[in-house]
């Protein structure tokens, strides 16, 4: 089934500095999706950026789509400590099939 | 708008005891309904996912089980839990006339099995 793969595990910066995660997934989409998970909460939905996309813009977020990698980037400009959390890419989806999530990545971010 | 809500949101049970997680959504009909698991530290595995009343699809074979008895109600259940079946469960919906397969997530329920 296809399924990202977030990279790295775990991440820790400042505040003020940029956040970058990556996905890999395995088989064509039609589209990608990042979620982010505050601890002991639900999912919240970021961002989806659809497979005729190359980049996607939402406030401090940049999503980036390289369809010929199978690859995703997640980019969180200018960190703030409320930005600590766990983030998801899925794929799948649409006309009743599921979301496969990665494994997520941790950010931590340090004031 | 358009709302989930999951309860209860923390749960202890004793081995070999039922289980049954409720989810209901409101604001939206005929949605497309999941159970996710999330054991500590790791991602979410796909349970169970329902695009109609009556109408489950099973991902991992388990002692779980669920049911969809009302187009917005989705619930979730064990006869005897494992130890294995600790845990965070997710319930979430998508909108059927929503082609992209957001969702929409509850905000868990977290299961210890002693």
């Known amino acids: 089934s296809q399924q990202g793969e977030e990279d790295p595990q775990a991440l820790s910066i400042q505040?003020?500095?940029n956040a970058?995660?990556?996905?890999s997934y395995k088989t064509s989409i039609n589209n990608l999706q990042w979620y982010r998970q505050n601890s002991g909460r639900g999912l919240v939905h970021l961002i989806l950026i659809r497979s005729n996309e190359r980049e996607k813009h939402?406030?401090?977020?940049?999503?980036?789509?390289?369809?010929?990698?199978?690859?995703?980037?997640?980019?969180?400009?200018?960190s703030r400590a409320a930005d600590t959390a766990s983030y998801f890419c899925a794929t799948g989806g649409g006309g009743g099939t599921?979301?496969?999530?990665?494994?997520?990545?941790?950010?931590?971010?340090?004031s | 708008s358009q709302t989930i809500h999951q309860w209860p949101a923390t749960l202890v049970q004793?081995?070999?005891s039922p289980l049954s997680l409720e989810c209901t959504v409101e604001g939206t009909s005929n949605p497309n309904l999941y159970w996710y698991r999330q054991?500590?530290?790791?991602?979410?595995?796909l349970l169970f996912y329902s695009?109609?009343?009556?109408?489950?699809?099973?991902?991992?074979?388990q002692n779980l089980s669920a049911s969809r008895p009302q187009d917005r109600q989705f619930i979730l259940s064990s006869k005897k839990l494992l130890l294995s079946d600790s845990g965070f469960y997710l319930c979430a919906f998508s909108t059927s006339g929503?082609?992209?397969?957001?969702?929409?997530?509850?905000?868990?329920s977290r299961l210890t099995v002693l």
Do not use: W
């Open chain 1, 98 to 110: 599921a979301l496969i999530f990665g494994k997520g990545t941790t950010l931590s971010v340090s």
């Open chain 1, 15 to 17: 505040e003020g500095e």
């Open chain 2, 14 to 16: 004793p081995v070999g």
């Open chain 1, 58 to 78: 939402s406030g401090r977020l940049r999503v980036t789509l390289d369809t010929s990698k199978k690859s995703s980037s997640l980019l969180i400009t200018a």
């Open chain 1, 20 to 23: 970058t995660m990556n996905c």
């Open chain 2, 39 to 45: 054991a500590a530290g790791r991602g979410l595995q």
């Open chain 2, 51 to 61: 695009v109609g009343i009556g109408q489950i699809s099973s991902e991992v074979p």
């Open chain 2, 98 to 108: 929503m082609n992209t397969g957001e969702l929409f997530f509850g905000e868990g």
